[in-house]
C-alpha cells in the first residue's frame, strides 16, 4: 500500500546532541511538510517542500534544518535538541495534482534528556 | 496565530448520540479539512470542502462552511466508540499553495 513511513517512531537524545529524524512516502507526491505538535496541541508546520523547492516557516527555529535529498525521502534535523524540542514530529505529503488532502505519517516521537 | 479556534475543546457523548464540532477561522481561505488523529499518531484526513461548497457529506460525517461568518461545522452522526480522537480543522489560506493551518482541535470521547 502506498504510504508515508517515518523512523524511528520514538526517538531518545540528550540536551544539545543533534538528532535526525526520516521520512519517505512511497505515493510520489511533490509536497513533504514537517509539523512539530506538542501534547494537546495543534500541529505547527515547520517547514514545507515542493519538490526541490524549500520553503520555511518565518518562526522556525534556525535549530531545525531540513533536506530533501529525493521526492520519496525527506529528512528533519535537530542541530541542538533543547528540552523545549520534546514533542511528536509528523511528516506528511500530498500531491498538486489532487485533493490537497495531506497524507500523514504515524510520527516520530522525540524524547529530550 | 494560529488560522482555526476549535469549539468546543472537548466533548463527551454516548455511543449512538451525534457530536457536532465547530471550527472558526480569519482569513480568507480556498478549502477547509477536517482531520482526525488517534492518541498517539498521524492525522487521518476526513473530508475536504472547498470555500464555493455549503455542505459536504461523507459516510456519517456531513461538514458545512459558512464563508461569510468564517465558520464550519463537523457533525458525526450515531457515533460509535472507535470515533474517539481528536478532531482538528485545517485552513488552506487564499494563495495558501498546498499549505494549512492547523486548529486547536476538539477532543472527542464517546462512551460505549
Known amino acids: 500500500d502506498a504510504m508515508v513511513i517515518q523512523n524511528p517512531r520514538y526517538q531518545v537524545t540528550q540536551f544539545g546532541k543533534p538528532v535526525t529524524l526520516s521520512c519517505s512516502q512511497t505515493?510520489?507526491?511533490?509536497?513533504m511538510y514537517w509539523y512539530q505538535q506538542k501534547s494537546s496541541q495543534a500541529p505547527k508546520l515547520l517547514f514545507h517542500?515542493?519538490?526541490?523547492?524549500?520553503?520555511n516557516e518565518a518562526d522556525t527555529p534556525d535549530n531545525f534544518q531540513s533536506r530533501r535529498p529525493n521526492t520519496s525521502f525527506c529528512f528533519l534535523d535537530i542541530r541542538s535538541p533543547g528540552l523545549g524540542d520534546a514533542a511528536m514530529y509528523l511528516c506528511?505529503?500530498?500531491?498538486?495534482?489532487?485533493?490537497?488532502?495531506?497524507?500523514f505519517g504515524p510520527g516520530t516521537r522525540l524524547t529530550v534528556l | 496565530s494560529q488560522q482555526g479556534e476549535e469549539d468546543p475543546q472537548a466533548l463527551s457523548i454516548q455511543e449512538g448520540e451525534n457530536a457536532t464540532m465547530n471550527c472558526s477561522y480569519k482569513?480568507?481561505?480556498?478549502?477547509l479539512q477536517w482531520y482526525r488523529q488517534n492518541s498517539g499518531r498521524g492525522l487521518v484526513h476526513l473530508i475536504l470542502?472547498?470555500?464555493?461548497?455549503r455542505e459536504k457529506h461523507s459516510g456519517r460525517l456531513r461538514v458545512t462552511l459558512d464563508t461569510s461568518k468564517k465558520s464550519s461545522s463537523l457533525l458525526i452522526t450515531a457515533s460509535r466508540a472507535a470515533d474517539t480522537a481528536s478532531y482538528f480543522c485545517?485552513?488552506?489560506?487564499?494563495?495558501?499553495?498546498?499549505?494549512?493551518?492547523f486548529g486547536t482541535g476538539t477532543k472527542l470521547q464517546v462512551i460505549p
Open positions: 506528511a505529503t500530498s500531491s498538486l495534482a489532487g485533493d490537497q488532502e495531506q497524507f
Open positions: 470542502i472547498r470555500s464555493n461548497e
Open positions: 482569513t480568507s481561505i480556498n478549502n
Open positions: 517542500y515542493y519538490d526541490k523547492d524549500f520553503n
Open positions: 505515493l510520489n507526491h511533490n509536497v
Open positions: 485545517a485552513t488552506e489560506n487564499s494563495g495558501g499553495y498546498q499549505k494549512v493551518t
